[in-house]
């Protein structure tokens, strides 16, 4: 059973703070990593993907990739209200390509 | 570029009803697949289907059901429907050879 597990929060960060969202994975197996946004009552958006250990930074966002954890995270630097949404974490096994969401993190950013 | 489009946005149904739930991909995305999404379970894959086959399968009951037309839009439909199957059913498609999944704005189902 692979699994994909984050915190649910709520993470409450101050406007302008960096906000860190971490997601951990139970497949080693595992080569692709997504974050995607979904407001409330909407539906999710891919905000950023990664493949390689290391991080990719993408304007106020950054992903981080620790295969040998396996764990992966998001940082999201001057964080503002509008950032505030539930953060899905997707992981992709080798060999498959449908992805395994976590249950989400939900962000509150407060003026 | 228009985005995925699934209809009807909202859905109020008995149990033991049944219910079909129509998704349009982006344009030249020949891969569709189907979520549902509940505030307890949060995203669970139901199937997906390429070129009109279904190549992936979730851990759904047989009540659960797809199909893929020619031109890529597919239709989801739950038969006897349960107080539990009540979530947002989303469907999402991606380009060939590629992970990265573009959701539609998802289907509000309502059993009662």
Partial sequence: QKEVEQNSGPLSVPEGAIASLNCTYSDRGSQSFFWYRQYSGKSPELIMFIYSNGDKEDGRFTAQLNKASQYVSLLIRDSQPSDSATYLCAVISGGSYIPTFGRGTSLIVHP | ?112
């Fill in chain 2, 1 to 112: 570029k228009a985005g995925v489009t699934q209809t009807p946005r909202y859905l109020i149904k008995t149990r033991g009803q049944q219910v079909t739930l129509s998704c349009s991909p982006i344009s030249g995305h020949r891969s569709v697949s189907w979520y549902q999404q509940t505030p307890g379970q949060g995203l669970q894959f139901l199937f997906e289907y390429f070129s009109e086959t279904q190549r992936n399968k979730g851990n759904f009951p047989g009540r659960f059901s797809g199909r893929q037309f020619s031109n890529s839009r597919s239709e989801m439909n739950v038969s006897t429907l349960e107080l539990g199957d009540s979530a947002l059913y989303l469907c999402a498609s991606s380009g060939t050879g590629d992970e990265k999944l573009f959701f539609g704005s998802g289907t509000q189902l309502s059993v009662l």
